[in-house]
């Protein structure tokens, strides 16, 4: 009996639709109403909110939603541009900056590689290394998503740190 009451008030709200009037005040400000009054002037609502669409021209999708779509692969590429190849850096703490960059931008996880073995893991792909020993090292760089998966990763960098000996005092 509700649902029944229920539907009988919907549909006396949507089925009436009044006649609405324009009226200007002697200020000049303009009122709409659904009074008429001495200068109101009806307004014609039957072309209001409504609009022709043309008819498509174009072919029709093929696609239907159990359909896969394949995504385009973007091929990021990740280049250490600090330290250069083959450089050598003197340094007798044996600290290193490498600075590497991305293309097109990309987030994730910067892993850094020493020697094969993983030694930082950061957002920023702007490293400090301290206490490296002296010699030839090899570094490298990859970018991993929130996941875990590989988005991109550098070519191996060689580079050598040369430290001062105390071996080698000028007498």
């Known amino acids: 009996m509700k649902?029944?009451?229920l539907c009988f008030y919907l549909l006396c709200t949507v089925t009436y639709a009044g006649q609405l009037y324009k009226v200007i005040q002697q200020d000049g400000s303009v009122v709409y109403t659904d009074i008429p009054t001495g200068n109101a002037q009806?307004?014609?609502?039957?072309?209001a909110n409504s609009a022709v669409m043309p008819a498509y021209q174009g072919k029709i999708p093929t696609t239907t939603r159990?359909?896969?779509v394949e995504k385009t692969s973007v091929s990021h590429q990740l280049i250490i541009s600090s330290?250069?190849?083959?450089?050598?850096i003197?340094?007798?703490?044996?600290?290193?900056?490498?600075?590497?960059?991305?293309e097109p931008k990309a987030s994730g996880i910067a892993q850094l590689f020493l020697d094969g073995k993983m030694l930082?893991?950061?957002a920023s792909l702007n490293f400090t290394l301290h206490n490296i020993d002296r010699g030839e090292h090899v570094i490298s760089i990859k970018l991993v998503s929130q996941s875990g998966k590989l988005?991109?990763?550098?070519?191996?960098?060689?580079f050598y740190l040369h430290k001062a000996s105390v071996l080698t005092r000028p007498n």
Do not use: C, H, M
């Open 3 to 5: 649902a029944l009451t």
């Open 42 to 47: 009806p307004v014609d609502l039957s072309s």
């Open 66 to 68: 159990n359909q896969k």
């Open 83 to 88: 330290p250069t190849e083959q450089q050598t």
């Open 90 to 102: 003197r340094n007798n703490n044996g600290e290193l900056s490498v600075v590497a960059s991305i």
């Open 120 to 122: 930082i893991q950061q």
């Open 151 to 158: 988005i991109a990763s550098s070519q191996d960098r060689v």
